[in-house]
């Protein structure tokens, strides 16, 4: 399917004035979790609310990372999620979970994010 990057919008969940708007973000199914520089994070005010979580990386490595609560904006969709605290060297992506609260789907033809239809309901 190859890659691609998109831009989002980072916000604190209790406070939208605080944002930051990440330029290259890199579409990422395998990745469960959104992944933002934890300097970028902690400029918005958005906390550690868990701590010293384990995540395996594509190369098999085991990193400890933090996970506070933000606001995921990308065009008109937009949804709350957990993102993880990136350090120095670690990608940024958006994630499996993101882009289902968002309710997005990837286009592997045009390497873009499109609409992923009606939600599914019981």
Known sequence: MGTFVTKCK??????????AVMQKMLVDTGS??????????EKLGINREKK???????????VTR??????VRLDKYFTVDEVVFAE?????LL???TLEGLSLVIDPRRK???????IPAA
């Open 10 to 19: 980072i916000e604190n969940v209790v406070d939208r004035k605080k944002s």
């Open 32 to 41: 469960e979790y959104t992944w933002v520089p934890a300097t970028t994070l």
């Open 52 to 62: 010293d979580l384990k995540f395996v990386m594509a190369n098999g490595q085991t």
């Open 66 to 71: 933090s996970v506070g609560f933000a606001i």
């Open 88 to 92: 120095k060297g670690d990608l940024l």
């Open 95 to 97: 994630g499996a979970r």
């Open 112 to 118: 873009k994010l499109v609409a992923a239809g009606p």
